[in-house]
């Protein structure tokens, strides 16, 4: 459910004409709906109410420091994957206390950081990191709270790219191994264990390979708990799926619904890492029509926003639906490949697709870019990165604004011989 609908025949989000607001700001131009990123906040937390969850939004999914305001000023926390997300949480005001720090390779100056903004714990992925925390914190003169990822061997079912708890995947540790550490770490001097992690991957459209991953943890934590080490944070990560085309992944109810009873008998606290879920469908991207062309394979139609502004097609052959801003009466349908000024035959938004026949000069909207857009937008082609727009019922700001050319040099510098 989201907050972009058409209103007298032009596309809005919530009250803000989006014609009017590609014509002030400009395109590409990404849009959110404040509403819309409120309403999936409310709706996760609540389906795991009297659970004692802790609801740390996943910052890499849309780094945007008013939407991570946003989630912070709900209660939310913020799972990081980097020092550079550990200043944007902490500048947008979410709580040292409710950031989880996630991933394979944490540098120690990205360590001490986090140490010394007093997180609530690193996630960490093997015996070389657990070691290299333990020293950092020990020359801080501080513990460093812990969990360890653990890698389930649990088949997500989703594009490969975005399965991480299989047991060729370079996250986690495997659960022998997980137990081992948990052993060496008990007796680390620097160290406070408290709790596991796991993360599965990312648009998982059901609930069994939660569940089994969930099983799977249970079975560790018992044989933990029976060697005398009591965790109490349960993290499970992220990766609940979104309606892009014609998926139907579980409602954070049923998601919640489906690990409630399991979670409930280990007594732990839960953290949870939501990004996609948040956020996806809370976004979009308005790209204007530059050309049409026809060749004898193919309808192009050439638009203003590319792979480097919204990623998602070209590395994860993803779909998102694509309407018109401006509804016209009569306008016919045509097949056709959506595609950017990018020199790369990946660079398209969509491939053979069955839309309104949109002609030069007119509004498009790329729906579902809220998560995983504008944050792997690059400069390639020297494009400068499109801005961004906060919408709030019929209020919009430029919460980013557009990049410059001039930005695009800016550190760049002739060695002294060419000078
Ligand atoms: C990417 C990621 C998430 C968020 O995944 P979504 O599929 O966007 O919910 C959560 N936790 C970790 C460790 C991640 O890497």
């Known amino acids: 459910m989201h907050h972009f609908a058409y209103r007298d025949g032009v596309l809005h989000a919530e009250e803000v004409n989006l014609a009017e607001l590609a014509g002030k700001v400009g395109t590409p131009t990404y849009v959110y709906s404040q509403a819309t990123l409120t309403r999936h906040f409310q709706v996760f937390a609540q389906a795991f109410a009297g659970l004692e969850a802790l609801v740390c939004f996943s910052v890499k999914a849309n780094s945007n420091r008013a939407v991570l305001a946003l989630m912070a000023s709900l209660g939310g926390g913020a799972d990081i994957v980097s020092g550079g997300e550990l200043s944007r949480a902490l500048a947008a005001g979410v709580p040292p206390d409710k950031i989880v720090y996630s991933g394979v390779g944490k540098a120690?100056?990205?360590?001490?950081?986090?140490?010394?903004?007093?997180?609530?714990?690193?996630?960490?992925?093997?015996?070389q990191e657990l070691a290299l925390l333990n020293e950092t914190a020990g020359r801080l003169g501080v513990r460093a709270p812990v969990s360890l990822r653990v890698n389930p061997d649990v088949d997500a079912r989703t594009h490969p790219k975005i399965t991480t708890g299989l047991a060729k995947n370079k996250f986690g540790l495997d659960m022998q191994r997980a137990f081992d550490q948990y052993q060496q770490a008990a007796g680390l001097a620097h160290v406070e264990l408290k709790g596991v992690s796991?993360?599965?991957?990312?648009?998982?459209?059901?609930?069994?390979?939660?569940?089994?991953?969930?099983?799977?943890?249970?079975?560790?934590?018992?044989?933990?708990?029976?060697?005398?080490?009591?965790?109490?944070?349960?993290?499970?990560?992220?990766?609940?799926?979104?309606?892009?085309?014609?998926?139907?992944?579980?409602?954070?109810?049923?998601?919640?619904?489906?690990?409630?009873?399991?979670?409930a008998r280990l007594g732990m606290r839960l953290v949870l890492e939501p990004g996609r879920v948040l956020v996806g469908n809370a976004g979009i991207l308005l790209a204007r029509v530059l050309f049409t062309k026809d060749t004898p394979a193919k309808h192009f139609i050439v638009v203003d926003a590319a792979m480097n502004d919204l990623v998602r097609p070209a590395f994860y052959d993803s779909y998102h639906h694509i309407l018109p801003v401006i509804q016209a009466n009569g306008r016919g349908e045509v097949k056709a490949d959506v595609v950017g000024p990018i020199c790369e035959t990946g660079d398209f938004l969509a491939r053979d697709r069955e839309m309104a026949d949109l002609q030069r000069g007119e509004l498009m909207a790329v729906m579902s870019a809220?998560?995983?857009?504008?944050?792997?937008?690059?400069?390639?082609?020297?494009?400068?990165?499109?801005?961004?727009?906060?919408?709030?019922?019929?209020?919009?700001?430029?919460?980013?604004?557009?990049?410059?050319?001039?930005?695009?040099?800016?550190?760049?510098?002739?060695?002294?011989?060419?000078?």
């Open 108 to 127: 120690m100056t990205e360590m001490e950081a986090a140490l010394t903004a007093g997180i609530l714990m690193f996630n960490i992925e093997s015996a």
């Open 198 to 263: 796991c993360h599965i991957g990312s648009q998982i459209t059901q609930v069994e390979p939660f569940a089994d991953a969930v099983g799977r943890l249970e079975v560790l934590i018992q044989r933990l708990r029976d060697a005398g080490i009591d965790l109490s944070l349960l993290d499970l990560g992220g990766g609940l799926g979104i309606t892009y085309r014609n998926e139907e992944p579980p409602t954070p109810g049923q998601y919640a619904a489906a690990l409630r009873e399991q979670v």
């Open 370 to 419: 809220g998560a995983y857009g504008f944050v792997m937008a690059s400069n390639y082609n020297s494009r400068p990165r499109p801005a961004e727009v906060m919408v709030h019922g019929d209020r919009w700001s430029v919460v980013r604004r557009r990049e410059t050319v001039a930005e695009l040099m800016r550190g760049e510098s002739l060695p002294d011989w060419m000078a």
